[in-house]
C-alpha cells in the first residue's frame, strides 16, 4: 500500500528523548516536497513549545491533540510514523502502526521488543562514562551539577553506589530541560540523520 503522508512525533517528556531541533528541521528539509507531512505537538510541554518555535519551515500541517483521547485517535488515523520515545510510540505499537524509532538515551529493543512494524534508527553513542543506549529516562542531578552520565562525567556505577545517595537530588532539573534542547547530550546531539533518510527511503518511497 503506498504511503501518502508520514507523521512525525518529536516530543517527549525529557531532552534526553526528544528529537534535537537540528535533526527535526534536517528531516523536514529532506521530506519536503516528497510527502506530504503532519507533525504532532503539546500544547501543555514546554518542551514542545520551544521545538515548534525552532523550527525553520512554515506551511506545516501541525496538530495539537487536546487530550489523550484525541492523540489516539489521530494516531489511529496515521499511516506512517517517525518516534522518538514517548506515549505515541506505544500507542502505534498496539494498534500496529508502521513506522521508525529515533533511539536515544533508550533501548529500542526494549521499546518495540518485538513489534517488527516500527524498525529502530540505533544510536551507536560512546564516551569515557558511558554508551548509547545507556538506560535514562531523562537528566538528574548529582553532586549539584545536571545532565546524563557524559556532561556530569560520572559513572553508572558511582551513581549506583549507595554511598553516594545523599549527592543525589531532583534539583532544577526541569529549568535544565531547555537547556539540554540547545545543547543536546552526546547520544542526542550524534543521532545519525542520514540513517534516518535511508530508513525513510527504504520503508516509505
Not at 24 to 34: D, I
Amino acid at each position: 500500500k503506498k504511503i501518502n503522508k508520514i507523521s512525525i512525533f518529536p516530543i517527549s517528556t525529557s531532552p534526553l528523548r526528544t528529537m534535537p531541533i537540528k535533526v527535526l528541521n534536517e528531516l523536514l528539509s529532506f521530506l519536503k516536497n516528497k510527502i506530504d507531512v503532519e507533525i504532532f505537538f503539546n500544547k501543555d510541554s514546554d518542551i514542545s513549545k520551544f521545538v515548534e518555535k525552532n523550527l525553520i519551515m512554515d506551511n506545516l500541517i501541525k496538530k495539537n491533540p487536546k487530550n489523550l483521547n484525541s492523540l489516539i485517535k489521530s494516531i489511529e488515523k496515521i499511516e506512517f510514523g517517525i518516534f522518538v520515545d514517548s506515549g505515541p510510540l506505544h500507542v502505534s505499537k498496539i494498534i500496529g502502526k508502521k513506522g521508525i524509532l529515533v533511539e536515544t538515551s533508550v533501548s529500542g529493543n526494549v521499546l518495540v521488543n518485538n513489534f517488527k512494524q516500527i524498525k529502530v534508527v540505533k544510536n551507536e553513542f560512546k564516551s569515557r562514562y558511558c554508551q548509547a543506549p545507556c538506560g535514562l529516562i531523562d537528566v538528574f542531578s548529582y553532586n549539584n551539577k545536571i545532565g546524563c552520565y557524559s556532561t556530569i562525567n560520572v559513572n553508572q556505577n558511582e551513581i549506583l553506589n549507595l554511598k553516594n545517595f545523599n549527592k543525589l537530588q531532583r534539583r532544577e532539573i526541569k529549568k535544565n530541560n531547555l537547556f539540554y534542547l540547545l545543547n543536546p547530550v552526546g547520544c542526542v546531539e550524534t543521532i545519525n540523520i542520514n540513517k534516518i533518510k535511508k530508513l525513510i527511503e527504504s520503508e516509505v518511497f
